[in-house]
C-alpha cells in the first residue's frame, strides 16, 4: 500500500526556515515523480515543486518560490525534501507530498495527509 507521511512543518516567524520531508514507501520511490503541493485556507491546492525521478531535473511553480524554496530527493532513503528559506506569511498553508507514477499506461497519483506550516511573527 502506497504511504507517504510528511514531517517537519511547524510554525516559524516571517524570514525564518522551514525543511519539510517526505517519507514514500509501497512503490518503487526511484520511479516516481515528487512534488510538493500547499493549500492555504479558503485557496486551492497548488504546485509548489516537481522533481524528476532521478532527481536531475525541477521546476518551481513561481516566482514567489524559485528563489527561496528547493526540492530534493533520496532515492536510497525513499525521502523526498523541501526546503524553504526566507519564509513570508503568504507562505502559510497545509504542504502536501504528492506522487506520481505511469504503470501500464495509467497514471497513479498518491497525497500525503499534508504538514501545516505557519508563518508568522
Known sequence: QVQLVESGGGLVQPGGSLALSCAASGFTFSSGVMSWYRQAPGKERELVAVISSAGGSTTYADS??????????????????????????????????????????????????????????
Open 64 to 121: 514567489a518560490v524559485k528563489g527561496r524554496f528547493t526540492i530534493s530527493r533520496d532515492n536510497a532513503k525513499n525521502t523526498v525534501y523541501l526546503q524553504m528559506n526566507s519564509l513570508e506569511p503568504e507562505d502559510t498553508a497545509v504542504y502536501y507530498c504528492h506522487a506520481e507514477r505511469r504503470l501500464w499506461g495509467i497514471e497513479y497519483r498518491y497525497w500525503g495527509q499534508g504538514t501545516q506550516v505557519t508563518v508568522s511573527s
